[in-house]
């Protein structure tokens, strides 16, 4: 499973990117709206420039015309760009579109397997079900990812799932467990991956005891 980081957050990017992590980094507008930079095309630029894998930006238009404009003119920008269209009757029209001009797409607000299903129809490159906005209502976010998975590796379709709306370094093992190909993972929760009490109680001890046996 890759990680790929769900911000806009540029110094949080270009740590995560340091660390050498992350395979991509997910945006959405209230991610993009959240941070100072209110240049859309400056943000997402700079963000592209920082990872070499995809980079998901998201369309705002509601209708089909005007997502597949949209998608035209974000796909232009960088190579690593992966347009994110919500998923409607709108959404499916334009990714069918877009499939046939090779522009990569990210099916978002993705919350039941039929949605999956049909975003991998009409050859979306990946679809996104958002796990915590499930859990959040009181349905298992996660059954949608591992049955998208099944389903997908069933008939061969190509189309990957992003696990997505990760809230904890849980939903990251269940999202591995479930077989999805990437976990869209805020970079607080990235933290929360990499720390662990023993981890620096056990750095601390080796230190410790490595200076008492040096001043021997
Ligand atoms: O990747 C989707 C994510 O940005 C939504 O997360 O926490 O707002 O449900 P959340």
Redesign the pocket.
């Known amino acids: 499973m890759r990680i790929f980081l769900?911000t806009a957050n540029i110094d949080q990017i270009r740590h995560a990117a340091k660390l050498g992590i992350i395979s991509g980094v997910?945006t959405?507008p209230?991610?993009v709206a959240r941070e100072e930079a209110v240049d859309f095309k400056a943000a997402i630029l700079e963000i592209c420039s920082l990872v070499p894998g995809p980079v998901s930006a998201e369309v705002l238009s509601l209708e089909p015309e005007g997502m597949i404009e949209e998608a035209r003119q974000l796909s232009s920008w960088a190579p690593n760009i992966v347009v994110k269209i919500p998923v409607s009757e709108a959404g499916l029209e334009a990714v069918s579109v877009l499939s046939r001009e090779n522009i990569k797409t990210n099916l978002t607000l993705c919350f039941s397997v039929n949605q999956a299903l049909l975003g991998a129809l009409v050859g979306a490159t990946y679809v996104?079900p958002?796990v915590?906005?499930l859990d959040d209502i009181g349905h298992q976010g996660m059954e949608v990812v591992a049955e998208a998975v099944e389903i997908f590796h069933h008939y061969a379709l190509s189309t990957q799932v992003i696990a997505?709306?990760l809230?904890h370094p849980l939903h990251i093992i269940a999202a591995a467990k479930a077989g999805a190909h990437i976990a869209?993972v805020p970079y607080n929760v990235l933290m929360q991956m990499i720390r662990h009490p023993l981890t620096d109680i056990g750095i601390t001890r080796f230190a410790e005891d490595w200076k008492k046996v040096a001043k021997k």
Do not use: P
């Open positions: 769900d997910t959405n209230t991610l996104s958002f915590g906005r997505a709306s809230r869209t």
